[in-house]
């Protein structure tokens, strides 16, 4: 009877392995969707917030009716013109800005970290946003000399964002390859090749700052910053659809991007295209730190800290942690921009300073969390 027992106790062990495996997927499961619902309630309430505050004050109801009013619904809800111009013209392309900027810088930085197999990438930080901004000041302070007259009118509102697109596509390229050792980025190397293209870049923008005329200097210091202060209606229209393309190649390298996590020969003899999923990710996170740069300046890391701060919740699914980095990247942005809007009214705090503020601390921690690794 013992030996019977024993052995059908050997039959039902692997049975309870598979049990609390269940248990621990549903677990986990049931965390994401609560931290999912958590992250689209904050996008909410910052969005309701930024839209209700600011120097012109509007109540809930009247706030709604204007968004009404906007599509071409009337609630029979008394708004004036002014109310009615500030929530349409102002503060709406504004959020839907920040939104996008947001969703991309956070999408990016997962898709970076992912790639480079290490948390410390962020596109400010390894030089990928210098670049972006090194290739936009240059169409701002030259444009009218020299690349204006090569192009019809109606592509030069185009300019400024393929311009930042190719600056960053550039020194993601030569960030990615310099951190090579072997086949295998060298998270050091990645570090240092960031802060060599930043000086470089700061060098570059330097150089055109003192060509500037006194205009295009401040425009310039206030735009390096980083702000949304200049969102409209063509800024959303022109920038929505390069964030849906970025969006859409970065999600789907979620799955190559997983075994990646395995190593790049793993990855390979798992059935994934490696350096085709390389590819793909580059020209995603160029796409996006591209765009982002364009229109809103430099505003760093968000890329760095809301992919780990989800990782730390939910663990390292791409298949999660993308779409989830793009919800929570908007709802950080937007929240900084208000923040940014009503600390000092009615002057206007640059947004890349509060962001800065922010991810310069959160940085640190990761540096002396990742310390001994290195040391190892």
Sequence with gaps: M????AGWRGLDAPVSGGVRRQREVARLQCKRRGFLVLCLVLLGVVVMASLMT???SIPSAKLLSAVAHGVGVDTGIEVNAGQRAVVTMIRLPRIFLGMLVGAALGMAGAALQGLFRNPLADPALIGVSSGAALAAVAVIVLGDRFFLPMFPEAAVPYLLPMAAFGGSLAATLVIYRLSLHEGRPVVATMLLAGVAVNALASAGMGFLIFLANDQQIRDLTFWSLGSLGGACWLSVWIVAPVMALAGFLLHRSARPLNAL?????????????????????VTGAALSVGAGVAWTGMIAFVGLVVPHIIRLVVGPDHRFLLPVSGLLGAALLVGADLLARSVAVPAELPIGILTTAIGAPFFLWLLLRAKGSWQA
């Design 261 to 281: 996590l395995l190593g790049e020969s793993e990855a390979g003899h798992l059935g994934f295209d490696v350096w085709r999923t390389k590819w793909i990710v």
């Design 2 to 5: 013992s030996t019977s027992a």
């Design 54 to 56: 600011g120097p012109v």
